[in-house]
């Protein structure tokens, strides 16, 4: 039988979401990073470059760079290729924008939680859902 | 803590002041809580970075607001958009891009917004007076704002400046607050420099590199001619960095001395300029060397102040190119039609000058060959110009510059 793990965070914008991890230890920055009609990951100095983050639970220490990166995550939201979700370690009030602005229009919400990401590893089926106090749960395999 | 609204701020958030409001007052409210203000406060003014077209849901938000019913509560000015709407037929886009673009540019005209079109809001009537709270987006009018005029304003962008414009509220922290305009970093200008053109984009680039997110103090600068050198300097800065206010110590209003501009306390750090820092800045800026030829000259990015085209013409009128080359120069519809209200344009086009209003030529397609070498005076322009649009640029002063033009290859003078 699987094992599974639990933590709490913060929600910056709630919401409900499950998918493959996709993890990296270096910021990217949605604006010159990500290619909003794939997907696909775009900034050449950034390892995950090639990937794609469609549908992924995107896991980070932060988001980086110009606030463009907040149209370029609503654009890529519209487009369905954003992320299923997003884990962060610190508040990041360009992408909480991006996704806010995203659900106001297309009422389409892909949750942003600030937790600990030590420990978890790309390809990790990983859930967030909220704990019904307002607080964000995250659950991995555990370790 | 957590943010604090006002009865306002909640009547806002409620709907009371319809659906347009509501939206942006909960995006500001997002906002604020993502980078832990305490408050809101109210804004005398806002500058919107929003009328360029790069993609649907840019232009769908605007529409929606358009659709709640939503105006600007506070003057707001508008960014360059992706049009020169002046003159028509100026710019080359994708058909299916062209629809969506103007439609953008209009759509904020709807909800209230100044048809300003302009990098440089601080050279119309909207501009701002010392102390003032503002929301202003663009990197450039961020920095001026701050630094030259003393206004208060964040690094504001996409959506968010025009949530604040909506509400006429800003998030309480930043730059709004007196004990983080504080300087940081020092920069000590080791040689007496002469107060050319050149050496305030030089340095601006180097300061820009190096001060990180810590606001930075120059001492040393030479007395600038006007202030357009401080715009040319703080543009500079804020392309090679994230540098949003700057203090200039006996020159900018909140550093009458080095005190004044650390707040009494000690810089953090302190870096020496040299001349030779200077010049291998402004070399980098230039992928030629002297003597290539000449496709085109871009000046006015910011946009050119009625000051800086009072220095063109006569030197037009003296170095007489021939006419063969462009000079595209960039500026604001208001200062154009002050140029043409008092006939100073008459016969210039015989020179190869041709106004850009409304957009700039390294945002959008106007250049009409795109495979020599384009000359400016702008660290800003030759920064990104050859990411933006693909051309090679040389970099010198607006003297050089015509002078370049006249010759049909790269000429420089002194640095």
């Known amino acids: 039988m699987k094992r599974f793990a639990t ?29 909003a009609g794939t997907g696909d990951i775009i900034d050449h100095s950034h390892p995950g470059l090639g990937l794609n983050v469609a549908g992924k639970v995107l896991v980070m220490p932060s988001g980086r760079g110009s606030s463009s990166s907040s149209s370029v995550l609503a654009e890529a939201i519209r487009c369905g290729t954003a992320p299923a979700g997003i884990i962060i ?29 030590a420990g978890i590893v790309s390809g990790d089926p990983i859930s967030i859902r909220s704990n019904g106090a307002g607080q964000a749960v995250v659950t991995l395999p555990a370790a | 803590m957590a943010l604090e609204l006002d009865a306002r701020d909640q009547s806002m958030l409620d709907g009371e002041h319809g659906a347009a409001v509501a939206a942006a007052m909960k995006i500001l409210v997002a906002f604020a809580d993502a980078v832990g203000a305490q408050r809101l406060l109210d804004i005398s003014s806002a500058h919107i970075d929003g009328c360029l077209y790069h993609g649907k849901a840019g232009l769908d938000f605007v529409e929606r607001l358009v659709e709640g019913g939503g105006r600007v509560a506070v003057p707001t000015t508008l960014n360059v958009g992706s049009f020169d709407l002046i003159h028509p037929g100026m710019v080359k886009m994708p058909a299916g891009d062209e629809a969506p673009a103007r439609r953008l540019m209009k759509a904020h005209i709807e909800l209230g917004c100044q048809a300003t079109f302009t990098c440089a809001p601080y050279q119309t009537r909207f501009r701002p007076r010392f102390g003032e709270q503002i929301a202003w987006g663009e990197s450039n009018a961020i920095v001026f704002a701050n630094s030259v005029i003393g206004a208060r304003t964040n690094r504001y962008g996409d959506f968010i400046d025009l949530c604040c414009a909506m509400t006429g509220r800003a998030p309480a922290w930043g730059l709004h607050l007196s004990e983080n305009r504080r300087g940081r970093i020092l920069f000590e200008l080791a ?14 680039l180097v300061v820009g ?25 703080g543009a500079a800065a804020a392309t090679t960095g994230a540098v949003a206010l700057f203090h200039a110590v006996g020159i900018t209003p909140e550093a009458a001395t080095l005190d004044e501009a650390f707040h009494g306390l000690p810089p953090e750090q302190t870096i020496h300029i040299s001349r030779a820092d200077i010049a291998g800045a402004l070399a980098s800026l230039s992928s030629v060397p002297d003597g290539a030829p000449l496709s085109a000259v871009s000046l006015g990015t910011p946009h050119f102040s009625h000051e800086e085209w009072l220095r063109l013409l006569p030197m037009l009128r003296e170095i007489a190119p021939a006419g063969n080359i462009p000079i595209y120069v960039n500026t604001g519809r208001a200062t154009l039609q002050r140029l043409q209200d008092e006939g100073a344009l008459a016969g210039m086009e015989a020179f190869g000058l041709t106004p850009v209003a409304d957009t700039c030529t390294y945002v959008t397609a106007i250049l009409g060959r795109l495979e020599g070498v384009v000359m400016t005076n702008s660290g800003k322009w030759a920064h990104y110009a050859p990411g933006n649009i693909g051309v090679s640029v040389a970099f010198g002063d607006m003297e050089d510059c015509i002078r370049s033009a006249a010759a049909g290859h790269v000429v420089r003078g002194r640095l």
Do not use: M, N
């Open chain 1, 7 to 35: 933590r709490t965070g913060v929600f910056q914008l709630a919401g409900e979401a499950q998918g493959q991890a996709l993890v990296f230890s270096q910021a990217l920055s949605f604006w010159g990073g990500i290619d």
């Open chain 1, 89 to 117: 370690e610190r508040l990041d009030p360009i992408l909480a924008v991006g996704a806010i602005v995203a659900e106001f229009l297309y009422a389409i919400r892909i949750p942003l939680v600030v937790c600990d990401i």
């Open chain 2, 191 to 204: 040689d007496a420099l002469e107060p050319s053109d050149s050496v305030f984009v030089g340095v601006g």
């Open chain 2, 209 to 233: 590199h190096k001060s990180g997110d810590r606001v930075p103090v120059i001492a040393g600068l030479p007395q600038p001619r006007d202030e357009d050198q401080l715009k040319a300097f």
